[in-house]
Structures are given as structure tokens and as C-alpha cells.
Antibody, heavy 118, light 107 residues
């Protein structure tokens, strides 16, 4: 059974870069047809899709974040990563990684809270 | 962007009740509509994909219907573990967007 686990700093200073890793276990990150995604949830709010990467390295991003976001994959480590540059308080959120098939998400990681401090 | 709305934003119900949540898209999304359940402090869990397909392991008390712009999630008999927030999500076009959620509370 595939499991995902986010890791990374829980506190990032404003204007710096947020970097998170998602480690995939119990299955291959190279499996055909699966996309590896990042989604965030602002405190007490709804869900926002950030972007995804396919194991070939092709990516798609939310246009609202596209200038600041990059997602990469390391198949040798069964990991994919998120980088978000020039963060502000508005980027404070719980960040989830998830596997997607046909653009629906299952399973999800447990989520990690990232707070942007001034 | 495709805007998703949900109604109601919250509801109170009793165990055993039949509950229906509505999701509406700002444009036609065919059947590219998914439903998730989220409990406090937990990640969302996929319930229904492609509008009406039940995810493996999800109780058959959950069902989804609709196409185009209007969709519904129905819980035929609410169980204690079903009290949660429910989100719809369109997978028709980038950016994939979620509804604002419907919180189901105990009456």
C-alpha cells in the first residue's frame, strides 16, 4: 500500500524559499500513469492545488503560483520535492503531497504545517 | 479558473439521516468531479471519483451523481464516523480547484 510522507522545515522566513520533500513508500514512484502532486490548505480554509510532476519530469503548476514554484522528482530516492520562492505570510499553510491518477488524489501524506515568519 | 461552489456550507444531522451535499461548477466539467472527506487534523480522503465511482474501501452508504455543472454527494445513512468536512474538486482543467467545503455536524 502506497504511503507518502512530507518532510521539511516548519518555519521559513519571509522572502526566503520554502523547500519540502515527499517520500513515497510501498510502491514505485516510477509507476506509469501516476502524477505526484502538492496541495496546500491555509489555516481553517479550503484546499489549493499547487502542481504536479510526472515521473518523466514533466510538470504543471497553478498559474497563480507558477512564477515562484518548482516541483522535481528523484526516482532513485522515491522522492519528489516542492520549492516555493519569495514566501510571504500568505504562504503559511499545511502542505500535502499526494498521488494522483486521472487528476484525483489518493493517497495523501499526513501534511506538514509551514509557517512563514517575518 | 473553474470556480466550485458547495451548498450548504454546513449542516447539522443525526445518525441515520440521509444527507445530500451539492457542488456546482462555473462551467461544464463533464464528469470530472471528485469528492473528499476531511476530519480535523487529518488529510483529505478520496470518496468518489469521476462523479459517481466509489473509491475502493469506501462504504456503499456514499454515492455521487451529476454531470456538466451540477453534482451531488449523498450519504444514505449517516454514521458517527461520517461527521467531517466534505470537499468537491474538479479535474477538468488546470488549475484543478476545490469547493469551499461542507461541514457536517452532529445535531
Amino acid at each position: 500500500q502506497v504511503q507518502l510522507q512530507e518532510s521539511g522545515p516548519g518555519l521559513v522566513k519571509a522572502s526566503q524559499t520554502l523547500s519540502l520533500l515527499c517520500t513515497v513508500s510501498g510502491g514505485s514512484i516510477s509507476s506509469a500513469g501516476y502524477y505526484w502532486s502538492w496541495i496546500r490548505q491555509h489555516p481553517g480554509k479550503g484546499l489549493e492545488w499547487i502542481g504536479y510532476i510526472y515521473n518523466s519530469g514533466s510538470t504543471q503548476y497553478n498559474p497563480s503560483l507558477k512564477s515562484r514554484v518548482s516541483i522535481s522528482v528523484d526516482t532513485s530516492k522515491s522522492q519528489f520535492s516542492l520549492k516555493l520562492t519569495s514566501v510571504t505570510a500568505a504562504d503559511t499553510a499545511v502542505y500535502y503531497c499526494a498521488r494522483s491518477l486521472n487528476k484525483y488524489y489518493d493517497p495523501w501524506g499526513q501534511g506538514t504545517l509551514v509557517t512563514v515568519s517575518s | 479558473d473553474i470556480q466550485m461552489t458547495q451548498s450548504p456550507s454546513s449542516l447539522s444531522a443525526s445518525v441515520g439521516d440521509r444527507v445530500t451535499i451539492t457542488c456546482r461548477a462555473s462551467q461544464s466539467i463533464s464528469n470530472y468531479l471528485n469528492w473528499y472527506q476531511q476530519k480535523p487534523g487529518k488529510a483529505p480522503k478520496l470518496l468518489i471519483y469521476d462523479a459517481s465511482s466509489l473509491q475502493s474501501g469506501v462504504p456503499s452508504t456514499f454515492s455521487g451523481s451529476g454531470s456538466g455543472t451540477d453534482f451531488t454527494l449523498t450519504v444514505s445513512s449517516l454514521q458517527p464516523e461520517d461527521f467531517a468536512t466534505y470537499y468537491c474538486q474538479q479535474s477538468y482543467g488546470i488549475p484543478f480547484t476545490f469547493g469551499p467545503g461542507t461541514k457536517v455536524e452532529i445535531k
